[in-house]
Nanobody, 122 residues
Framework: QVQLVESGGGLVQPGGSLRLSCAASGFTFSQIHMSWYRQAPGKERELVAA????????NYADSVKGRFTISRDNAKKTVYLQMNSLKPEDTAVYYC???????????????WGQGTQVTVSS
């Protein structure tokens, strides 16, 4: 059974940084592309960043390019999101999940973790 546990969120001032972590289990992590998504109040869930199986390829939403960095540790079955220069518009619940690299979308059968809340406010 796929389990995804996100952590590392919190309240941060504009311009600050956070590092999110996602511990995965229940599937062969080293053989699955992974991604971070976020959902702000009243908005649809959107892809933030994706990382390939080996970590050599990454993909970012235009809104976070140059500020966020996705990485993974296959030995620890964990994917990370380093978020720098945070803005109020980055406020959302952040989720990790598997990703279909061809479509940059989650699989239709995807189950979701509880997410981690990121709030950027002064």
């Amino acid at each position: 059974q796929v389990q995804l546990v996100e952590s590392g969120g919190g309240l941060v001032q504009p311009g600050g940084s956070l590092r999110l972590s996602c511990a995965a289990s229940g599937f062969t992590f080293s053989q699955i592309h992974m991604s971070w998504y976020r959902q702000a109040p009243g908005k649809e869930r959107e892809l933030v960043a994706a990382i390939s199986i080996t970590g050599r390829s990454t993909n970012y939403a235009d809104s976070v390019k140059g500020r966020f960095t996705i990485s993974r540790d296959n030995a620890k079955k964990t994917v990370y999101l380093q978020m720098n220069s945070l803005k109020p518009e980055d406020t959302a619940v952040y989720y990790c999940n598997q990703v279909d690299w061809a479509t940059m979308s989650p699989f239709a059968s995807a189950s979701w973790g509880q997410g981690t809340q990121v709030t950027v406010s002064s």
